[in-house]
Structures are given as structure tokens and as C-alpha cells.
């Protein structure tokens, strides 16, 4: 709901959501982007760019690798909780249209994951 009011798209929109390990993304990572590396999240947006209309319901898929989400957890310092919103929040604001391509992309997307994130898993204080 959060990403929903910040963003204001509709209460409707929908993706799955697959939970893997680093085998089974590695295997996904190869054979759709060419890239042989387990990594901790990918996302598949049922749309390019911003073609998303009121009327588009599915937004994509997001695979999420929990054998990286548990050892980046303990990584970063943070709950388990965190680190699967922050990978979730990641991957549906790619299913959204968002990317990381240069310095501008990423900080407004990385700048929209912590306003999501704030609220629902703030970050653990050390």
C-alpha cells in the first residue's frame, strides 16, 4: 500500500512474487539475461518503460533469492525483514518503469525504496 500511495498507481496492480536460491537464480539469470552469476533479485516488467496504463493490472514478475537475502541481511547489519522489503521494493519499482541505468535513474529509484521502506522496515540502529 505504501508504494501504492507514494507513486499513486492503482490498489489493483498486480505481479508475482518467486522466492529462490542462488542455484535457481543463477539458472533464470543465464538463460533470460545472458548472465551466468546467481544475483539477489531480478524482475521481469510485463511492460517496457513506462507504458503502463490505469487499465494494466500485472506489472511482471520478481524473483527473489533468499540465500542472498539472508547473507546480505547480515552483511548490511539489518533484519531479514528489511532485506527482503528493500529486494521487493527493488524489483517492483523495475516492474514499474524505474532503473538504474545512470547517476539520475538511480538516485531517484533509490531515493523512492527508502520513502517505501522507511515506514514498513526502517533500517536497525546499531
Keep these: 500500500m505504501k508504494t501504492v500511495e507514494l507513486l499513486k498507481k492503482s490498489e489493483t496492480i498486480e505481479c508475482s512474487l518467486i522466492l529462490l536460491d ?26 517496457e518503460g513506462d507504458q503502463i496504463s490505469s487499465e494494466d493490472d500485472y ?47 538511480e538516485r531517484t529509484m533509490f531515493e523512492l525504496q527508502e520513502l517505501i521502506l522507511n515506514e514498513i522496515a526502517p533500517r536497525s540502529i546499531k
Design 22 to 47: 542462488d542455484d535457481q537464480i543463477q539458472t533464470i539469470n543465464r538463460e533470460y539475461r545472458g548472465k551466468n552469476v546467481s544475483t539477489d533479485v531480478l524482475s521481469f516488467a510485463a511492460h
Design 59 to 105: 506489472i511482471g514478475d520478481i524473483f527473489i533469492n533468499m540465500s542472498a537475502m539472508e547473507r546480505q541481511a547480515l552483511t548490511y547489519g539489518h533484519s531479514k525483514k528489511r532485506e527482503f522489503c528493500f529486494l521487493f521494493a527493488h524489483g517492483l519499482l523495475h516492474c514499474l518503469g524505474y532503473d538504474h541505468q545512470n547517476e539520475d535513474e
